[in-house]
């Protein structure tokens, strides 16, 4: 599922693959998009740059135009070179952005609009994003302070809050959690000043071990499954996310899971490694 290390890694390949590079035909099966195309036109611009911010993707037009996009579950982007066959079907299409040298396809996108810079940043859901985890001027002391300001909220809830941090996904949540050792079920203001800490350094931790650059310059679109253990084996690359009722790699114990959240996403964690009630 894209998570903020997902969006970064494609927008990096995106950029890669068409920075500086002029449009030569777009099509969509999105009414919306297909009516800006047709009032301003897509083709003939120059693609300035595609960069992410959380779980939002950015590509950018010369003539103010902004494609902005949200994979939520399901979405994705894929580079092709031309005459390349799509590795998904045609019906899955939503966008196709062709310069002369790569065809860019969204296929399933739930989320796409076009913007210019001052619609963009008056674009609920967008405009009160948090910090972006990997923001190479990422703060953690703003991020500290912002999780500190949100008490009432359950530690993994406020973990996908987007406006408090940009780009945690649900696998990053359980995963953050039992590496501080924090169960995710309790309430912001329970925690230590230290444990808070502890959030916010891991997360940066975790999702830049997990855009670490292994390709130079080279457009690279697969990098291999998210880890956070460390570990090499891929059958342990996992903490606690998906593992319910299997033990817990620290102590054995069998990982738990329930809904949280109004959302209801799922929560793993280790009864022995997070408690609830810390002495």
């Known amino acids: 599922m894209p998570e903020g290390d997902t969006i970064f890694r494609a927008a990096r390949t995106l950029n890669r693959a068409l920075a500086g590079q002029s449009v030569t035909g777009f099509e969509t099966q999105l009414p919306k998009l297909a009516r800006v195309d047709f009032d301003s036109g897509v083709v003939g611009r120059t693609v300035e740059k595609v960069d992410a911010h959380g779980k939002w993707m950015m590509m950018q037009f010369s003539g103010d135009l902004v494609l902005l996009t949200h994979m939520l579950m399901s979405g994705s982007w894929h580079i092709y070179r ?116 502890c959030l916010v350094h891991t997360a940066r931790k975790f999702l830049v071990a997990n855009v670490t650059e292994i390709s130079d310059d080279r457009i690279v679109t697969y990098t291999g499954m998210r880890r956070t253990t460390g570990r090499a084996d891929s059958e342990e690359r996992l903490w606690v996310y998906g593992r319910r009722n299997e033990p817990c790699r620290q102590c054995g114990m069998p990982i738990e899971s329930r809904k949280q959240g109004i959302d209801a996403r799922t929560t793993f964690w280790c009864p022995q490694c997070q408690p609830t009630e810390v002495t």
């Open 82 to 197: 031309p005459g390349e066959k799509w590795r998904r079907p045609a019906i899955d299409m939503r966008i196709v952005v062709k310069t002369e040298k790569i065809c860019a396809v969204g296929f399933n996108v739930p989320i796409a609009e076009f913007h210019t810079a001052d619609t963009l940043r008056r674009r609920e859901g967008f405009k009160r994003l948090g910090q972006d985890v990997l923001a190479p001027d990422f703060d953690p002391a703003q991020s500290i302070r912002r999780l500190q300001e949100h008490g009432e909220l359950e530690v993994g809830v406020a973990l996908l809050t987007q406006s408090i941090m940009a780009g945690l996904g649900n696998v990053f949540k359980s995963e953050i959690c039992f590496a501080c050792g924090i169960n995710p079920f309790r309430r912001i203001v329970s925690l230590r000043a230290e444990e808070v800490a």
